[in-house]
């Protein structure tokens, strides 16, 4: 399942200062609203419908998890923010700004307020034009046509100057230094979640644990002591298999792969669940495959607090996961911290998330990206 939704958004202006507004109000939708993934070009384009300034007019693409409604509502306040007044007359009129929502996935709504797509887009070159340039393999889920077909086949005649490009606030994220990241974090800490996020965003490959497939763990969190080095062992065996059969399909020189653990984990968590016997005999299988594990780029640690840890665990509802103790928790976080405290070889960046909420507060998204960006620059 899609973790966030494509969303296409159509941005003007003809008062004021024409590129300021329309900049400033991409940089709010990027910071506010959603992650903006493409931008196309600027043009200048006669008013249509009456008479004033020519607008310049651009479209953009962005991922975000929220919901048409509540995208609605967001670009209304960026609109006010900006000094748009909106007025009772319906009529056109010119704007400092104006964002319509032109497509949302390939969905069709109709309620009131909000048609989706946008009823009047394929009458709107202004609006074809710059969606164009997006390059998306999209289609008109009513009309059933691309959009170069609706280009073809509209009736606005209007003269669409090109007047330059627009950056993307994604390009200072310079990510493509990295070939491989792993993204880490205690049971709950969302590392699956970022590392499917930020995969769709920058549109990297992904390797993803397949944790929920492992039969020893529901036994495992019944009677630790019983089913602990099965756990283990199957796990470590299973990480191996996988990562040594996905990252065999990646080019590690040319393609961009976010993982959602790293190997290690096997290690600090037999630590913590094996009796010391058991852990001397798995700590020596662990070293032989570990020497054959290519290593990270970057090795980035979702810190979270117990208590949040634990808020988490309950929302997400596994039943296996419900009577996870806080001192379990506290243990794995410990190992952590105390491993990546011994690392050497290891790119590491620990980013403290237990304030955080990367999913649904799109700024808090943009401080992790940010880290990252920081950590680059080092």
């Known amino acids: ?160 100057k090109l007047i330059q490009k627009l950056p993307n606030p994604l390009q200072s994220i310079r990510l493509n230094q990295y070939n491989y990241i792993a993204i880490e974090g205690n049971i709950g800490a969302g590392k699956t979640t970022l590392t499917q996020k930020m995969a769709q965003d920058f549109n990297a490959k992904t390797v993803l644990e397949r944790f929920a497939d492992n039969p020893f763990l529901p036994k495992f969190y019944e009677d630790q002591g019983r089913y602990a080095f099965s756990l283990e062992m199957s796990f470590l065996a299973d990480r191996y298999q996988q990562l040594s059969d996905d990252l065999s399909q990646f080019d590690l020189f040319k393609d961009f792969i976010i993982a959602d653990y790293h190997i290690f984990k096997s290690l600090l968590f037999s630590k913590i669940t094996l009796e010391d016997d058991e852990f001397r005999l798995y700590r020596t299988l662990f070293d032989i495959i570990y020497k054959e594990m290519p290593k990270p780029d970057l090795y980035i640690y979702l810190y979270q607090n117990t208590e949040r840890l634990l808020q988490n665990i309950k929302s997400r509802g596994r039943s296996y996961e419900q009577d996870i103790t806080e001192a379990y928790l506290e243990k794995i976080n410990k190992g952590y911290l105390e491993y990546i405290k011994t690392q050497t070889d290891l790119n590491v960046l620990v980013i403290d998330v237990s304030d955080r909420d990367f999913v649904n507060k799109q700024e808090d998204y943009l401080f992790i990206l940010n880290k990252i960006q920081e950590k680059s620059n080092l």
Not at 32 to 45: A, F, R, V
Not at 70 to 86: F, N, P, S, T
Request: a negative charge.
């Open 1 to 160: 399942m899609e973790l966030q939704h494509q969303v296409i958004l159509s941005l003007g202006s003809n008062q004021g200062n024409r590129l300021n507004n329309i900049e400033l109000c991409l940089k709010l939708i990027h910071q506010e609203i959603g992650t903006i993934i493409k931008i196309s070009n600027l043009y200048e384009t006669p008013s249509w419908g009456f008479e004033s300034e020519a607008f310049y007019n651009c479209a953009l693409v962005m991922h975000t998890t929220k919901n048409p409604e509540q995208i609605l509502e967001q670009v209304l306040a960026v609109e006010k923010k900006l000094g748009r007044i909106r007025s009772a007359d319906l009529g056109y009129q010119s704007r400092v700004i104006d964002i319509d929502l032109i497509a949302f996935d390939s969905e069709i709504i109709n309620v009131e307020h909000l048609q989706i797509p946008h009823p009047l887009m394929q009458n709107r070159k202004f609006v074809l034009l710059p969606f164009q340039d997006l390059n998306l393999d999209w289609t008109h889920p009513i009309l059933k046509k691309t959009i170069p077909e609706l280009l073809q086949i509209t009736t606005d005649d209007s003269v669409c």
